[in-house]
């Protein structure tokens, strides 16, 4: 098997569903981002977007902080430094796929 093909096996699994990289796409581009933001960016439903921050969350790529402003709940999502590493590396496996 060629090397680009074994590549392709050890893609982070966690980031490599579609919706998932999209997430983690958006989230390397700012520092939080709320969820109204991920909703709109993303164009997800309210349920998929919850399942597929919930799955990062899970993996430890992304950090959750949930606040009130007054009686209104917000909740603001940001990539931990495992989100931050997993993400650059799985850039760095996809570029060596596709050269």
């Known amino acids: ?5 074994q ?5 982070d699994r966690v980031i ?7 997430l983690v796409a958006l989230l390397s ?6 969820f109204l933001f991920l909703l ?5 439903t309210k349920g998929n977007l919850s399942v597929q921050l919930s ?14 402003r007054g009686k209104i709940p917000h909740t603001e999502y940001r990539l931990t430094k ?11 496996s996809l570029g ?3 050269e």
Do not use: C, N, W
């Not at 590549?7 to 893609?11: A, D, G, H």
């Not at 709109?40 to 997800?44: A, G, M, R, T, V």
């Not at 969350?57 to 992304?62: D, F, K, L, R």
């Open 40 to 44: 709109k960016e993303s164009k997800l």
């Open 55 to 68: 799955r990062l969350e899970e993996a430890g790529y992304v950090e959750i902080e949930k606040t009130f």
């Open 16 to 22: 490599h569903e579609p919706a998932r990289l999209m």
């Open 1 to 5: 098997m060629s090397r680009p093909l």
């Open 96 to 98: 060596s796929i596709l």
């Open 29 to 34: 581009s700012v520092e939080s981002a709320d």
């Open 7 to 11: 590549t392709i096996s050890t893609l």
């Open 82 to 92: 495992k989100g931050k590493s997993a993400f650059s590396q799985y850039r760095k």
